[in-house]
């Protein structure tokens, strides 16, 4: 599993400001294959997008 804001490997080092940031912001990696993600914020919300694991709303 990797971390959907930083990308890198989520069991290894502090994700604490992660965790904080994504409280306020969309993720911009995949947490299943590191891929950057397509996203969309719209005022009601937002989606990411992963080209193979699918998209994620928020």
Known sequence: ???D???E???E???AACAAAREL???RFC???RRRMKVQVVPT???ATCVEHGTREG
């Open 1 to 3: 599993m990797f971390c």
């Open 13 to 15: 080092g502090d994700h």
């Open 31 to 33: 947490p299943q294959c």
């Open 45 to 47: 919300g937002w989606t």
């Open 5 to 7: 804001r930083c990308g």
């Open 25 to 27: 912001e969309p993720p």
């Open 9 to 11: 490997n989520a069991a």
